[in-house]
């Protein structure tokens, strides 16, 4: 994960006649196995199902921009300060010695697949996953973005107190020359009045079509200036409240267009933004738990194959939650109870503090466990059973509370109260504290990157009779397969959500892993099982 190390030709050579590598790209055939169920009287019929596809990765990695939206923020400015000095390899002074930069943290970066075994001593071969297949550098991305604040980028870092004040120091005149943010849409009524102080750079005016323009044009430009093949627009502003999706104005596609046209009160900065990505097909990513993503914003990205990708950065609790409930409940004992409780004292806890953004907030945190709750009817009663027919889930409480002093050192305490064995209980709780911050800025280059690369693949479907095979198309719209990453994962509608965190990781390694033609790792290492 040194910064210097990290840029090889693409590492791996898959020798099958299933991967064809060309110039441009590597095409790969993938048998989709799966088990078609139905259910009468109790009974269940399995039908095992295979379908080959193909894909194809293109090789050339286009240089990329990460637009982000409140980039003179704390995850804005932590993330563009940790690049350059990732970049220009500054090494800085903290208590404990020399500190190197470096990608701790990013799922692509610094964690590993395996992809199989080395047949003389058997063991295990792991590489790291951006060799899976030719990613963007996060060293390579170019920077850029807006902020209702003005204040330029090596102020806003120093605004921020997240990063140590030697790197500061050194990374200062490398913020310096990004500048300052450009002008962004601010419409009070959607962040805490709190903000109101920060907001000296803001797009003038009221009327909505003429914001949208703007910030497509500000897209073009960047595009244009940096010579870009692909720019990645990156909602990390503060959370907004919930918009109210509503018949005739946010629901569909042209609703929505013609909603924007009449300034109407329900279009949210972050749905323009979305918006104003999606007509200019670049891909819009939302790192706040805002529904941005209302049905007519969805419905134009489906229209324009332009992908989207959200909810909500999934940097700490969330995370851990969406292991331990599955823990608890795949090991068969029964989670009474999840009670979450934060503090926190950074800009965006003191956004968090009006009710209606940690609503927002509230929303993305609860669902985190449902799927897991869903997979054990032996533990929880399905609905339509139990008391009054509402089936049965473990109560779910969360709490964020703005302590200033603390800063964006996070502090979260989690109790996990479950019933076990013939009617005993247990008491799980978790304190964690931790850099806000710099949990999240890894998040968003991954989202970023993988964004990136899911532009490049192309898929087929394959017939399994001697019909012609189709062109190959892009992926669809929603790429639920960023859900590692977020907190309430935006997902194709009709298709249920998977908040597994292992599944979601899974999911991930077997699709790279597809690309290139490889099946996905089986933990039933038969050879260790048999003579
Ligand atoms: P922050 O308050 O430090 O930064 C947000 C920035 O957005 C500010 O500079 C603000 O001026 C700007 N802003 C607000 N409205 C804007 C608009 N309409 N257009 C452009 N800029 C606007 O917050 P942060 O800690 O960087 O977090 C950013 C977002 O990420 C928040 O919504 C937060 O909930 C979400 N998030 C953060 C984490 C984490 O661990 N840090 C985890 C999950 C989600």
Redesign the pocket.
């Known amino acids: 994960i040194h910064p210097t190390a990290a840029r090889r030709p693409h590492a791996i050579t898959v020798q099958s006649e299933n991967t064809l590598y060309t110039e441009e790209h590597i095409t790969a055939k993938f048998f989709n196995r799966g088990s078609s169920v139905s259910v009468s009287d109790g009974h269940f019929t399995i039908t095992p199902t295979v379908q080959p596809y193909e894909f194809q990765t293109k090789r050339t990695v286009g240089k990329t921009g990460l637009m982000m939206?409140?980039?003179?923020?704390?995850?804005?400015t932590?993330l563009c300060a940790t690049i350059l000095a990732n970049r220009h390899n500054i090494t800085w002074h903290t208590k404990q010695g020399i500190q190197q930069p470096n990608y701790i943290g990013s799922l692509l970066r610094a964690s590993t697949v395996r992809i199989g075994t080395e047949p003389t001593t058997g063991h295990d071969v792991h590489v790291p996953i951006s060799d899976v297949l030719p990613m963007v550098h996060p060293n390579d991305l170019v920077l850029g973005g807006?902020?209702?604040?003005g204040l330029r980028m090596d102020k806003?870092m120093e605004r921020?107190q997240v990063l140590d004040y030697d790197l500061q120091r050194q990374v200062a005149p490398h913020m310096a020359l990004l500048g300052a943010?450009l002008p962004?849409?601010?419409?009070p009524d959607?962040?805490a009045a709190n903000?109101e102080a920060?907001?000296d750079n803001v797009l003038p005016g009221t009327d909505k079509q003429a914001h949208l323009d703007q910030i497509r044009a500000d897209i073009r430009k960047f595009k244009a200036d940096n010579s870009l093949d692909r720019v990645v627009v990156f909602?990390?502003?503060?959370?907004?409240r919930y918009s109210d999706v509503l018949p005739g104005v946010n629901d569909t596609a042209d609703h929505i267009l013609a909603a924007i046209k009449a300034s109407h009160a329900e279009v949210s900065?972050?749905s323009l933004?979305a918006v104003a990505a999606i007509l200019e097909g670049e891909p819009f990513v939302n790192?706040?738990?805002q529904n941005t993503f209302v049905p007519g914003v969805i419905a134009l990205a489906e229209r324009h194959s332009s992908f989207i990708g959200g909810d909500?950065?999934?940097?700490?609790q969330t995370k851990l939650k969406s292991v331990l409930a599955e823990f608890l409940v795949n090991a068969g004992i029964k989670p009474l109870s999840i009670a979450s409780y934060n503090h926190l004292g950074?800009?965006?806890g003191?956004?968090?503090s009006a009710e209606r953004q940690f609503r927002s907030?509230e929303i993305s945190k609860s669902s985190v466990v449902d799927d897991m709750v869903d997979a054990n009817r032996l533990l929880y009663k399905a609905p339509g059973e139990g008391e009054k027919g509402k089936g049965e889930h473990p109560d779910h409480i969360v709490v964020i509370k703005y302590v200033p002093a603390v800063g964006?050192s996070?502090r979260a305490i989690d109790e996990y109260y479950s019933e076990i064995f013939c009617g005993g209980r247990s008491t799980i709780n978790i304190f964690n504290e931790c850099e806000?911050?710099l949990?999240?800025t890894p998040?968003i280059l991954d989202l970023a990157i993988l964004t990136e690369l899911l532009t490049r693949v192309q898929y087929r479907k394959l017939p399994v009779n001697d019909a012609p095979a189709p062109g190959f198309a892009p992926l669809y719209p929603v790429l639920s397969l960023l859900s590692y990453m977020l907190?309430a994962p935006l997902v194709k509608p009709g298709t249920e959500v998977v908040n597994s965190l292992n599944r979601q990781r899974n999911a991930l390694e077997s699709f790279l892993k597809a690309c290139i033609g490889i099946e996905g790792s089986s933990d039933l290492l038969l050879e260790t099982r048999i003579w």
């Open positions: 939206i409140g980039v003179g923020g704390n995850n804005g932590t807006w902020d209702i604040s806003a921020a943010p962004s849409i601010y419409y959607f962040i903000q920060r907001a909602w990390t502003a503060n959370t907004e900065p972050s933004f790192g706040a738990p909500d950065l999934k940097s700490g950074n800009n965006d003191h956004n968090l907030k964006d996070k806000d911050s949990l999240a998040l907190k």
